[in-house]
T-cell receptor
Framework: GEDVEQSLFLSVREGDSSVINCTYTDSSSTYLYWYKQEPGAGLQLLTY?????DMKQDQRLTVLLNKKDKHLSLRIADTQTGDSAIYFCAEGSDTGNQFYFGTGTSLTVIP | AAGVIQSPRHLIKEKRETATLKCYPI?????VYWYQQGPGQDPQFLIS???????DKGSIPDRFSAQQFSDYHSELNMSSLELGDSALYFCASSLGLAGTTDTQYFGPGTRLTVL
């Protein structure tokens, strides 16, 4: 499968911005995704970006895509304690038949 | 809006038993995916179906089988269960093949514990 890498842990103070980074290997992905998983819960789609875009903003979320470096980031503005969760980036295979998930970044928001 | 439904939500089995997990996709979605997430791990793709035909196969053990029925729901059958099969099993659905035209929408998962 494809390699999708993320840093494992991130801690920020409430109200600060969080930036979660992801690197991937498959350059043929049409879309790249960010999912949020709270403890014991399912995967919640946060946002996704089309591969020919550089940036997408959705309320407090900003996704940046550097296709040359195969680097994807998720910025959460004004991070709240409710944002504490594990965040997975994912890329679709070129056939669209499956997703490859990153290792997940555990975000802890300190009040 | 209707979401992906999985049943049961929790399942406890003993080694060497069998288990059947069910997934009901979002209405009108024709593609179903199964993922396995072990403790502290990222989801690993098992298998997918598009229009009732297997579309891709990942790291699904030979002890497992799955199918998609005419109403597009899917079942994952797991036999000769092992302790290592204890995991959260996610089903996802999409309209068409996700990753090209749409994304996958995930169900809440079935937590399988093998004792």
């Amino acid at each position: 499968g494809e390699d999708v890498e993320q840093s494992l842990f991130l801690s920020v103070r409430e109200g600060d911005s969080s930036v979660i980074n992801c690197t991937y290997t498959d350059s043929s992905s049409t879309y790249l995704y960010w999912y949020k998983q709270e403890p014991g819960a399912g995967l919640q789609l946060l946002t996704y970006i089309f591969s020919n875009m550089d940036m997408k903003q959705d309320q407090r979320l900003t996704v940046l895509l550097n296709k040359k470096d195969k680097h994807l980031s998720l910025r959460i503005a004004d991070t709240q304690t409710g944002d504490s969760a594990i965040y997975f980036c994912a890329e679709g295979s070129d056939t669209g038949n499956q997703f490859y998930f990153g290792t997940g970044t555990s975000l802890t928001v300190i009040p | 809006a209707a979401g992906v439904i999985q049943s049961p939500r929790h399942l406890i089995k003993e080694k060497r038993e069998t288990a059947t997990l069910k997934c009901y996709p979002i209405p009108r979605h024709d593609t179903v995916y199964w993922y396995q997430q072990g403790p502290g791990q990222d989801p690993q793709f098992l298998i997918s179906f598009y229009e009732k035909m297997q579309s891709d196969k990942g790291s699904i053990p030979d002890r497992f089988s799955a199918q998609q029925f005419s109403d597009y729901h899917s079942e994952l059958n797991m036999s000769s269960l092992e302790l290592g099969d204890s995991a959260l099993y996610f089903c996802a659905s999409s309209l068409g093949l996700a990753g090209t035209t749409d994304t996958q929408y995930f169900g809440p998962g079935t937590r399988l514990t093998v004792l």
